[in-house]
């Protein structure tokens, strides 16, 4: 998540545009949520129709199912659109996606958008190549949002086949903040939204399961789970983050604009049961904790990592217990002037991070790597020191890829982009690229062919982040950071997410103002 105040502009072009690149997815309470139609205003002169939804190259679709397949990416259903980070261990790595331009030679973008509105989409999930739900009105400080739904759109159309509004936030009074939607290994539909959590039947949106969960010493209406992992078994694990009491600012605003957003109670971490929704434990955090949680297998034990303001923490559960791993940290992670981190992320023997993602700072950034076998083992580098930037701050979180000891990171206050190597413990410095992001990047394609894509945002300095209202996509060469395509400008994406893999090459792109685009990269003819 981040920091900068977010604003809406006009709505997207309906229609599908082609743009020339770079060289270098009927039930209940559907009709009262209709979702609106917009209005398709002129294509730009610089642009050509398409005419229609894209299906990408459909040749590639029973092989990408049958490599999602053999992922075993327990506890997560099979599928290309995984969980929001494609694992628990939260890599941005989705290795079974396809990339469908020239790795070598021009390129051009084909979008299209859907003609419908999702207000403020947060994430995107499937279940094969014929289901697809999105998840979102969990921004409230966004005019649009009025709480938490789901939604089933038809791949290719984006036309909605159900909507289940979970919580209407304008009638209970309580905070509206992101949550998230994922499918688990048995297919079930599990979503979490403020102090709530729903298992929702994928043909009609009906709620199978649904249970509230605990808010330590915040009160229910200023208490919001920010997203959850879950372990290899399927038991979720899930924290709280907490508004001040008696503010009703509303979405990531509550961290900016209420009287006193640090004086807040700490988090709780809770574990749940997948099929039944219960709680099977729960412990208080030592502060709150605005990162998301990351889980992983190490040793044979279960592992819980989050990012505190000033120190890293690792947790273990087992027996339906939590306890706090002092054999491994708190770790200290920053240096003199640096802000928190949003999330870590696991490759190899390390965790992972980036600092500046608290506030902005004139101190720049670090990529921090602790060895999860002992925590005095500590990497630092500053890949963007020497860029003369004013400020930093990057509120998003690592990719990283395993196979080729690789750590991408970023930061919008220097706008550089970079691929970092970790290796033997060390840190260093591969390739640097100007991009400007706030968002995540996603990795995709086979190790020896990766594609990073990420955003660009088209402001000259620190303080464009606080207006801007147009973001492009850029697809890069992953080992040498070349830009092999990139899109038109659209309106800009829902902070705080990454640019998901679909079926058959196509990305999806899910804009502020509610709508899904649906991309597809094809070598220039």
Avoid at 118 to 125: A, F, K, R
Avoid at 389 to 407: C, E, L
Avoid at 493 to 520: E, R
Wanted: charged share 10%.
């Amino acid at each position: 998540m981040n920091g900068v105040r977010r604003f809406r502009w006009v709505a997207l072009v309906a229609a599908v545009v082609v743009v020339l690149a770079a060289c270098t997815s009927s039930a209940s309470n559907q009709a009262s949520t209709r979702p609106r139609a917009t209005p398709t205003p002129s294509v730009p002169a610089n642009v050509q129709a398409a005419n229609g939804p894209l299906v990408g190259n459909p040749s590639l679709v029973s092989g990408e199912q049958s490599c999602a397949t053999a992922e075993n990416n327990a506890p997560w259903y099979p599928t290309i659109a995984a969980f929001e980070v494609h694992d628990s261990n939260r890599t941005h790595l989705y290795a079974c996606a396809h990339f469908t331009g020239a790795m070598s030679g021009p390129n051009q973008v084909f979008a299209y958008s859907s003609p419908q509105d999702y207000p403020t989409p947060y994430n995107i999930v499937g279940r094969g190549p014929n289901e697809l739900f999105i998840y979102g009105g969990g921004y409230g400080d966004n005019p649009a949002a009025s709480g938490s739904f789901v939604a089933r759109v038809e791949p290719g159309t984006f036309n909605q086949v159900w909507r289940r509004v979970l919580i209407n936030t304008h009638a209970t009074g309580e905070w509206d903040y992101p949550g998230v939607l994922n499918v688990a290994a048995d297919g079930s539909l599990v979503v979490i939204y403020g102090y709530h959590i729903a298992k929702l039947d994928p043909a009609t949106g009906d709620v199978l399961a649904q249970a509230t969960l605990p808010t330590g010493a915040s009160a229910p209406r200023d208490t919001s789970y920010n997203g959850y992992d879950a372990l290899p078994d399927g038991t979720i694990i899930a924290k709280t983050v907490n508004r001040e009491k008696g503010c009703t600012e509303q979405g990531f605003s509550a961290f900016l604009n209420c009287p006193h957003p640090a004086q807040v109670p700490p988090s709780v971490m809770v574990a749940i049961n997948p099929k039944t929704l219960k709680v099977l434990a729960q412990i208080t955090l030592p502060e709150m904790i605005g990162g998301r949680i990351t889980t992983t297998t190490y040793q044979g034990k279960n592992m819980i990592y989050l990012p505190g303001a000033t120190k890293l923490y690792r947790y273990t559960y087992q027996h339906h217990s939590f306890a706090p791993d002092h054999t491994w940290g708190p770790v200290p992670y920053l240096k003199s002037g640096q802000t928190a981190a949003s999330a870590m992320a696991v490759i190899g023997g390390y965790v992972v991070a980036m600092t500046n993602g608290g506030a902005p700072t004139p101190t720049p950034m670090s990529v921090v790597a602790v060895s999860q076998a002992d925590a005095t083992k500590v990497a630092n580098l500053q890949p963007f020191a020497s860029s003369g930037a004013k400020q930093s701050f990057i509120p998003s979180m690592v990719t990283v890829d395993p196979q080729n000891h690789r750590i991408y990171v970023m930061d919008a206050g220097a706008g550089k982009l970079a691929g970092v190597n970790l290796q033997n413990g060390k840190l260093s410095l591969a390739w640097t690229q100007d991009q400007t992001t706030l968002s995540f990047t996603t990795l995709i394609g086979p190790k020896n062919q990766r594609v990073l894509i990420g955003t660009n945002i088209p402001v000259k300095v620190f303080q464009g982040l606080k207006r801007y209202t147009t973001e492009q996509v850029i697809w890069r060469n992953a080992q040498t950071g070349k830009e092999l395509a990139s899109s038109s400008q659209f309106p800009k994406m829902t902070q705080g997410i990454l640019v998901t893999p679909g079926y058959a090459g196509l990305q999806y792109f899910l804009t502020s103002d509610g709508h899904i685009i649906a991309l597809q990269v094809t070598p220039k003819q």
